[in-house]
T-cell receptor
């Protein structure tokens, strides 16, 4: 069985500062891991995904995430926050059956001017 | 890129009425679609898996007679909320699974905001 834990329901950073959103997973099989972003009243947009290739994955809008098997982590980072990055971010792992996605609780990213 | 649409984007209805939400994959065929429900400030809750040509698979605790799912074609799945009540008010999101070129990915619709008065 798989599960996902996102540390911090809210993360606040200043514009231009480093963004770090934490995600830890558990999985009995090699995981496929995803980060999605959701803007207010909108659906989800895929930021990036790990599918057992390179451990450092680059996504859209300068986001990247590193898969660390020893730490069972897949933290999302961005070097310099922009006001437009304010949104809800969800980490997910693909489930064993039926290709379902198992979701973290989400982290709301707040950008301070 | 793959596009998934939902219609309507927003609906307000009276208690006791039924509401149908459509999910369409616009440029690919999807044998599997997923329906999620999202409460304010919470994560997505999988309601059911919709399979083209067969019955949907519902998650534990989701009433199949309340939330009717029909996957009539490879590009269309519908969710009907029957006899809606105010507690059914929520944001409903669908996703469609695309298998192509060795990749297996879900693409999400923009969501439907349901408000039951």
């Amino acid at each position: 069985a798989q599960s996902v834990t996102q540390l911090g329901s809210h993360v606040s950073v200043s514009e231009g500062a480093l963004v770090l959103l934490r995600c830890n997973y558990s999985s009995s099989v090699p995981p496929y891991l995803f980060w999605y972003v959701q803007y207010p009243n909108q659906g989800l947009q895929l930021l990036l995904k790990y599918t057992s290739a390179a451990t450092l994955v680059k996504g859209i809008n300068d986001f990247e995430a590193e898969f660390k098997k020893s730490e069972t982590s897949f933290h999302l980072t961005k070097p310099s926050a922009h006001m437009s990055d304010a949104a809800e971010y969800f980490c997910a792992v693909r489930g064993d059956s039926n290709y379902q996605l198992i979701w973290g609780a989400g982290t709301k990213l707040i950008i301070k001017p | 890129g793959a596009v998934v649409s939902q219609h309507p984007s927003r609906v307000i209805c009276k208690s006791g009425t039924s509401v149908k939400i459509e999910c369409r994959s616009l440029d690919f065929q999807a044998t599997t679609m997923f329906w999620y429900r999202q409460f304010p400030k919470q994560s997505l809750m999988l309601m059911a898996t919709s399979n083209e040509g067969s019955k949907a698979t519902y998650e534990q605790g989701v009433e199949k007679d309340k939330f009717l799912i029909n996957h009539a074609s490879l590009t269309l799945s519908t969710l009907t909320v029957t006899s809606a009540h105010p507690e059914d008010s929520s944001f409903y999101i669908c996703s469609a699974r695309r298998l192509a070129g060795g990749s297996d990915e879900q693409f999400f619709g923009p969501g439907t905001r349901l408000t039951v008065l």
